[in-house]
């Protein structure tokens, strides 16, 4: 009788055990399809990287930073393999998330994975909506002014701004944002020092070379501003301002 007690007992215990390990291998499955997936979306393998995120972020729920992270990542394969439907819902979870734990300037994103992710945050998520999180308002940039609308003071400018870039030195939105500030306020050391955040300057930001090259002429860097300026000046619009500038910076002598 009593062997049989023993026996039972061994039996109990054993069980219990195993029962109180399943959570821990639980936790370790998920993390480890969450790090596969992230394998699978820098190697361009995007079909293996759903595959493997949408286990991970199914079973991380109780664990905010490692779901941002997963979420994150998932968002940027189901936009790689042209998933727009599951997309639009795993942004929404993200948004979620986010509004509720405000995580993401913890989550582990490599940078590259990070800076796509917040593209693709931007492009598929209205301003307004962004602006209403305020762990993720200051990803949101202020309207240009050439399309009408004033805009933010410095100060203002700064308050949102610089607080993006300290959680993401390479936010070039949030950098391009910034120097238009700059030259609007005509803090030109604040704007000089987004060019080299900035360079190389690609099509279409000829207005933010414009924005550089007056920052770098009135920093006395007059031969970087005068290659600016030059790259820029076919797809500038004349107006009193630029064509100060533009004949300031070439006619200046050495």
Known sequence: MRDSQRRLMVAVVATAIFILAL????EEFYETRLREGEEA???????????????????LLDKPVLLSEGLAMLSLAQGATGK???????LARFLELEKGFAVWDRAAVKPELRREFVALLLKKVPPGNLKGIP?????????PSTRGKAPESKTEAKAVLVPAIQKDPENREARKALLEAAYLSKDWKLG?????????????????MFYSAVALFETGSLDEARILIRNAQPHLKSSPVVDYYRKKVLDQSP
């Open 23 to 26: 959570p821990a291998r639980g």
């Open 41 to 59: 979306l820098a190697a361009k393998r995007n079909l293996v990287a759903v595959e493997r995120l949408r286990i991970a972020v199914f079973g």
């Open 84 to 90: 727009e439907a599951a997309l639009d819902a795993t």
């Open 135 to 143: 762990s993720l308002s200051g990803l949101v940039e202020p309207a």
């Open 192 to 208: 000089a020092a987004q060019v080299e955040y900035l360079r190389p300057f690609a099509p279409g930001e000829e207005p933010q």
